[in-house]
């Protein structure tokens, strides 16, 4: 789990990142981001009542988004707020290698886009 310092905690937060922050898209979800001033990253997973019903399945989502978070990208990402946003019911069935793969081509694209502007 993601530690509670690198969480997005309040509206404001969300919102502004949601409004005026950069998205990369991909199969199964997006991801907002924005640069913070929080000196580390920020993350937030929001999976709605869409993707599934049951609370179990959605917590169980989230809590594998934000570990592939930890273990991989909290470093790499320095000072962003990222927003991942999961839109597609698929995505309760994919491994997590998988999972871990596809958040990795999007987190690269982040990259890309921010050297070049």
Same mark, same amino acid.
């Given at each position: 789990?993601?530690?509670q310092k690198n969480r997005i905690h @309040? %509206?404001?937060t969300f919102v502004v990142t949601l409004k005026k @922050? %950069?998205?990369v898209r991909g199969q199964y979800f997006n991801i #907002?981001?924005?640069d913070n001033n929080a000196g580390r990253l920020k993350a937030a997973v929001v999976v709605s009542k869409k993707i599934s019903k049951s609370a179990v399945v959605r917590n169980r989502l989230r809590r594998r988004l934000y570990e592939i978070l930890r273990k991989n990208f909290l470093t790499k990402l320095g000072n962003k707020n990222l /927003? &991942? &946003?999961v839109f597609n019911p698929d995505i309760v069935n994919l491994k997590s290698a998988e999972l871990e793969n596809l958040i990795s081509n999007l987190i690269s694209k /982040?990259?890309? #886009?921010d050297f070049s502007s």
């Open positions: 789990m993601l530690a @309040g %509206r404001r @922050g %950069r998205v #907002n981001y924005s /927003i &991942i &946003i /982040i990259k890309d #886009n």
